[in-house]
């Protein structure tokens, strides 16, 4: 898969970058974590709550100003005295919030009025920090349902817009990334509310672990942090050969010694063609037709092997690509890590209980019905 060098690559990685941790400063900015001590200088993770939002907060100005934010309302280096008083109290994080909430607006604002794909790329951000954050804050807010923000947040309408602004930006930013998000989305899309309903929420130290580093994985992807083939350790490249090998027999193998024989044929013989033709071999209407049959792919032998050379390097790059998006989508996925795959036999259960209840409920209505006349 090759990297996109569109200029306006950049500014759109940070918008994304950006959008991402404005969106994560908002949604876990009480939840900084305990601070480890096992570096002798103090890492990110050591540091105490007060320095990590700080930390944030200047690391999301500096992809402000990379993506092109110039107002001075959108300002977040003005929100660092705030920032630090976050952690202490529900009450300063929350005024934190409203004031992050202001400048998130803003730089909205400002994006959108400069450049329309920054502006989708930053919303694009939120989106996928949104995607972990929502769910994680839910466990810890009592009047909020772990199961209503799982189902809320990987619902179909909500899914779709993130693929419709991947899909504005695929061109822009890295393509190969897009394509393997973009499969993944749909992924979680269509088996989160059926495990849900089997197993119910997963424990929220899987939502920290597992659904965390799905969506890491996905800003990666989409920012181009990694190249997808990055993703795939030794033994995960053995297999892509074998399943790309596969992948080709299946699909062409009808049409692999036809084509050959046509190919082959036209090559080997493309200048005895034209030979007849100078010397009125044959009738003019199949000279003609074969002419420019040959015509098409070249007149001549060399040429005719340097058309198929580049038509076959273009079809191998494809089938390439594709079956590097599919395995990278196969082992970046932590789905199964998160919500374990529904049992068949739990799964008949549990509907087959839904049915019943559904008849008992009908059968209960029907006898509160006054009895006609």
């Known amino acids: 898969m090759t990297e996109s060098t569109n200029p306006l690559e950049g500014g759109l990685v940070a918008a994304v970058e950006l959008g991402w941790r404005v969106a994560e400063l908002y949604a876990l900015v009480d939840d900084t974590g305990e601070p480890s001590s ?66 998130h607006i803003e730089i909205e604002k400002d994006l959108w009025a400069a450049d329309e794909g920054a502006g989708k790329a930053y919303e694009l951000g939120n989106g996928l920090s949104d995607t972990y954050s929502r769910v994680c804050r839910s466990y810890r807010h009592p009047q909020e349902a772990p199961s209503v923000a799982w189902r809320d947040v990987f619902c179909p309408e909500r899914i779709e817009r993130l693929k419709k602004l991947l899909d504005d930006l695929q061109s822009r930013l890295n393509a190969g990334g897009v394509t393997v998000v973009r499969e993944q989305l749909d992924l979680w899309c269509r088996e989160v509310p059926r495990r849900i309903e089997v197993r119910g929420v997963p424990p929220v130290e899987d939502v920290r672990g597992a659904l965390r580093r799905q969506t890491v994985i996905w800003r990666q992807l989409v920012g181009g942090d990694k190249q997808p083939e990055a993703y795939l350790d030794r033994g995960a490249r053995a297999e892509l050969r074998g399943e790309l090998r596969e992948m080709v027999w299946k699909r062409y193998r009808h049409w692999i010694l036809p084509m050959t024989a046509i190919l082959s044929a036209l090559v080997f013989m493309s200048e005895q063609i034209v030979d007849w033709y100078e010397k009125g071999g044959l009738s003019s209407g199949a000279v003609s037709a074969l002419v420019a049959f040959a015509g098409s792919v070249g007149i001549t032998r060399a040429s005719a092997l340097l058309a198929i050379r580049g038509r076959l390097h273009q079809w191998s790059e494809l089938l390439w690509n594709r079956a590097v998006a599919q395995k990278v989508t196969s082992v970046t996925l932590t789905l199964d890590d998160v919500l374990l795959p529904p049992d068949p036999r739990q799964k008949a259960v549990v509907e087959a209980a839904g049915r019943l209840g559904k008849r008992v409920k009908e059968a209960v209505l029907a006898r509160r019905e006054p009895a006609s006349p």
């Not at 092109?68 to 109290?89: F, H, K």
């Open 38 to 103: 096992d570096t002798l200088l103090p890492a990110h993770s050591s540091l105490e709550p007060a320095d990590q939002v700080e930390l944030q907060l200047r690391a999301a100005a500096g992809d402000a100003r990379r993506a092109g934010v110039r107002s001075r309302s959108a300002s977040l280096e003005r929100l660092v005295e705030c920032a630090r008083e976050s952690p202490s109290s529900r009450e300063a994080a929350e005024a934190f919030r409203t004031e992050l909430r202001r400048c």
